[in-house]
């Protein structure tokens, strides 16, 4: 089996705490603000599964209990999209790809929860576009750590890291029985 | 995320050496790709660049448009050679075709083949990976996934429930791989039809034979009704299609013997009259059509996983 | 050719009850003395065998050499340097060849390429009827002057019951055996595998047993009709040796052959769909196997016969359905066969019984002994040397075996055949 060599766990050390729980709400709910005071009340939140798609759970969730009006809310799924699909992945687990109104002339909030190469979100675009035409589409990203391989910009974004090669950003998510946190993990030599 | 699936198989030969879990994993692909067939798009770009050849050496309509479907909604370059197309009619065997196919580097090469075994010849001289959309009288695998993939969606589930195969079992390649599928799953089989459509050891398969039809209707909760293949000179094994109905039809009749919830399923084409009476057919319990749309995601999924295959496998 | 003493080896020839320590010796092409010591008369090779069995040559009465006309597949010389190194001092050439064997000119054809090219010797099986149609009867007066030893329509049956009465009595008045290929095709209907629980799982045509077991019957019924010498080829199941077992009992002059195959294989070989494994008649149950097995040992199956059957890839790479059935078995056939010696079903004399003695007994022909004047067809076997078979590495022009791979024990380390070693492992002679 030619698997992509993948980090060991057992060689990532945890270098800095980015965000703890407190933080990480913080940050989520300027983020969905944000949104809202730029696009008024059309914005559609379609998050990328499955960090991603609960952030934007969440986001919906804080603006409902802020007053505002609830918005469309949506997850996709990008695995039949990856351009690394067949390039010695494990076989991925292909999630549903769920949006609650047709996306059509909408502006629509791709959420995802690290933004690295620009790869998945490319992905995220074609699946989106083949449901249907959307009016615009945003990025809001809860973690920006640079090292862009591709010309993608985030419109909306929680922390800006600047980090190398060696470097591994993980979101903990109570969704996955851990408790909300940020951290900076590093490779080092085994 | 990246779970690995449990799906190790180069080639999709046949139900017999699958595995329950390999099953399974199927089964659920399968069920996220239909939702694409509703989409607007009715495509996605998971095969791009990747080659299928539909190799189908026995005619057959409806599988090769399902495979060819499956293939270009996964964005796979999918050509179709068929039975009066091939060279095979001018005395070229199956392994110059095969080797003629290799030279073209397919990735994937489904084959519909009269004879049993005629795709695990075609694994020992191509690369790709093959899958068998029907070899003689031996396995039809995609037929037993969506006919698996119907099920679970009817009934919720698959172990504990039982299925009866009625008709020509002795020719019938869907009631070997429904055999295999089904026992791995958990079901219990029951096959009918008269017993010279019954093969010899059939038992020994894990099923219990009847040779009448009523018996096994009791208590059924899935009901398979097998086409009578007239083209395949099963008229020599019993009078009639008139008595074989008589004897062996599904008419509503016979199906009250059947679990109140029963579904009725049916590989197609349907002789109408013949094996089934056309209310049974097109009957509230009947599910056939269901059968056909979830052919063809199911066998997205088994190309799927096959394209992925030749990186991961190694 | 110089003369031959065989020394230090264990002399088995059932035909005269001797099975003991014994030295050799061949002069002028016969068998001049077996004794305990002997001492090598001025200018006699000696071979020292000990350990190794000195049994008479051992004969197969099922051979398809393919000549005239298939010599792609196999010819009279490859197929007889097959026959030496598989310790065969002698075969019989079944009809089939391509035209049939069924006048004087083939035969002649025939005796004439085995007398240039043939390694061992070449007994020719004449055919039952013209062109193996089952309609006319063949020259069979014709062909036994020319050389065949026994008729038959071997690859084909004789359905018709009327023809085949005919031919048994026609037979019988010329003294010629009548060797039947039982299968009742209506019920085979080319059926490529035996029908059961492995061709139903693996989706093969099956033909039952009885294809074969009720042509033999209705034959029985026949030859209890006219009295003539039959014989069942490659007998393959149960019931079939219920029958002969029946009817020997009966006093009937009726005689059966197994193969090695039928003997070692069962349908569950053909599982993986490999064409080597396609062969008529079919390989049978675990239950046929093992009545096959007793019947061999108790003497209802009288010989052991490879039905040797070359075919080239054009035959055998193809569709299992489709493929021409048959195995080679002639460089195979012993060590089989000496795998039930070790497994204790057959005793030593016993194998030499159904491999040689038998077929000479059944056919009339010479061999079968090392009695003083007899012939000097000699093998010598190694019943403990191990090896592994390799197609690549055989002497048939074919390779159409299952048993590639098998690690075998025991084989032919020495033929020869009226006196001249034809056949000798590597080191063996000086």
């Known amino acids: 089996m030619k698997l992509r060599p993948s980090p060991l766990e057992s060689n990532l050390v945890e270098r800095s705490e980015i965000l703890d729980s407190v933080g990480m709400a913080r940050v989520l709910r300027r983020l969905a603000f944000e949104v809202v005071e730029r696009n008024g009340q059309d914005s559609y939140f379609v998050g990328i599964r499955t960090g991603g798609a609960w952030l934007a759970e969440r986001m919906v969730r804080l603006l409902v209990e802020g007053g505002e009006k609830r918005p469309d809310l949506g997850a996709i799924d990008i695995t039949l999209y990856r351009d690394d699909v067949f390039h010695g992945l494990p076989k991925p687990e292909i999630g549903p790809t769920e949006l609650d109104a047709p996306i059509d002339g909408r502006t629509v909030v791709l959420v995802d929860d690290v933004l690295n190469t620009g790869r998945t979100v490319r992905a995220a675009m074609d699946v989106l576009l083949d449901y249907g035409r959307p009016r615009l589409v945003q990025l809001a990203v809860l973690i920006d750590r640079g090292r862009r391989e591709l010309p993608i910009q985030p419109d909306f974004v929680g922390v800006r890291l600047q980090t190398t090669a060696e470097h591994s950003v993980r979101v903990m998510f109570s969704e996955r029985g851990e408790s909300d946190r940020v951290v900076l993990r590093e490779r080092i030599a085994s | 995320m990246n779970q690995a ?8 030969l046949g139900m017999e050496h699958l595995s329950a879990d390999e099953i399974t994993t199927i089964l659920d692909l399968g069920e996220r790709f239909l939702e694409i067939a509703d989409r607007p798009i009715k495509k996605v770009p998971t095969l791009r660049g990747k080659t299928v050849i539909n190799l189908f050496l026995e005619a057959s309509t409806r599988t090769r448009t399902s495979f060819e479907i499956a293939a270009k909604r996964l964005s796979a370059d999918s050509v179709s050679f068929s039975a009066s197309s091939s060279s095979t009619t001018k005395g070229e065997t199956l392994i110059d075709t095969a080797n003629n196919l290799d030279a073209m580097s397919p990735d994937i090469v489904v084959i519909r083949h009269a004879q049993a075994g005629s795709p695990h010849l075609l694994t020992k001289h191509i690369d790709a990976a093959v899958v068998n959309a029907g070899d003689g009288q031996h396995e039809h695998p995609t037929q037993a996934l969506l006919d698996a993939s119907t099920i679970r969606a009817h009934k919720g589930k698959i172990a504990g429930l039982t299925v009866v195969i009625c008709g020509d079992i002795d020719h019938s390649r869907v009631a070997r791989s429904n055999i295999f599928s089904l026992r791995k799953l958990g079901a219990r089989v029951r096959v009918a039809g008269p017993r010279s459509l019954l093969p010899l050891g059939i038992e020994s398969m894990g099923v219990e034979a009847f040779d009448r039809i009523e018996p096994a209707l009791d208590g059924a909760d899935v009901v398979m009704m097998l086409r009578i293949q007239l083209e395949r000179n099963a008229g020599g094994r019993f009078p009639n299609t008139r008595e074989y109905a008589r004897l062996f039809g599904l008419n509503p009749r016979r199906l009250a013997l059947a679990k109140p919830d029963a579904i009725v399923m049916h590989p197609g084409p349907i002789n109408r009259g013949v094996e089934m009476s056309p ?36 | 050719m110089p003369d031959i003493l065989l020394r230090g080896g264990r002399v088995i020839d059932p035909a005269r009850n001797v099975d003991a320590g014994a030295d050799v010796l061949l002069q002028n092409g016969k068998v001049a003395a077996v004794e305990a010591r002997l001492a090598p008369p001025s200018g006699t090779k000696v071979i020292e065998v000990e350990n190794l069995w000195v049994v008479p040559g051992l004969i197969d009465m099922h051979t398809h050499l393919r000549e005239p006309g298939q010599e792609y597949k196999e010819s009279i010389e490859t197929g007889t340097a097959a026959a030496a190194a598989g310790g065969f001092t002698a075969v019989c050439a079944m009809p089939n060849t391509v035209p049939p064997n069924d006048t004087r000119a083939v035969t002649e054809l025939i005796v004439r390429r085995a007398r240039e090219v043939g390694v061992v010797r070449v007994y020719p099986i004449g055919c039952i009827t013209q062109g193996q149609k089952g309609e ?79 042509m033999v019957a209705r034959d029985l019924e026949l030859v209890a009709l006219t009295g003539a010498r039959y014989h069942v080829a490659h007998a393959s199941c149960a019931e079939t040796v219920r029958l002969v077992r029946e009817v020997k009992r009966r006093g009937l002059p009726v005689t059966a052959e197994v193969t090695p195959h039928h003997l070692m294989l069962t349908d569950e070989a053909c599982v993986g769909y490999d064409t080597n494994t396609r062969v008529h008649p079919p390989l049978r149950s675990q239950e046929d196997v093992a009545a096959m097995r007793a019947a061999l040992a108790d003497g209802t199956i009288d010989a052991v016969a490879t039905d040797h059957a070359p075919h080239s890839p054009v035959e055998k790479d193809v569709e299992f359905e489709q493929a021409a059935p048959g195995m080679i078995g002639l460089e195979t056939a012993l060590a089989l066969c000496l795998e039930l010696v070790a497994a204790g079903i057959l005793s030593p004399a016993v194998l030499v019984t159904r491999m040689s003695a038998a077929p000479a007994k059944i056919l009339g022909l010479p061999g079968g002994t090392l009695a003083p004047g007899t012939a000097a067809d000699v093998t010598v076997i190694d019943p403990r040397a191990a090896w592994t078979c390799d197609p690549s590495r055989l002497r048939s022009r074919s390779r159409n075996t299952p048993f590639a791979g098998r690690a075998m024990r025991g084989r032919g380390v020495m033929t020869i055949v009226a006196g001249s070693i034809v056949f000798a492992e590597e080191g063996r002679v000086g």
């Open chain 3, 136 to 214: 006319s009867l063949a020259e069979m007066g014709d062909l036994q002057e020319a050389g065949c030893v026994a008729v038959s329509d071997d690859g084909k049956c004789v359905m018709n019951s009327e023809v085949m009465r005919r031919a048994l009595e026609y037979a019988r008045g010329l003294g010629l055996p009548v060797i039947q290929h039982a299968e009742d095709t209506s019920l085979s209907a080319n059926g490529p595998a035996h029908e059961g629980a492995a061709t139903t799982r693996i989706g093969l045509r099956g033909q039952p047993a009885a294809a074969e077991s009720a």
């Open chain 2, 279 to 314: 209310s049974v057919a097109d009957g509230p319990r009947s599910v056939i059509l269901d059968q056909v749309a979830r052919g063809v995601a199911i066998r997205m999924a088994a190309l799927y996983l096959l394209g992925g295959g030749s990186d991961a496998a190694e």
């Open chain 2, 5 to 12: 699936h449990a799906f190790t198989q180069k080639h999709l």
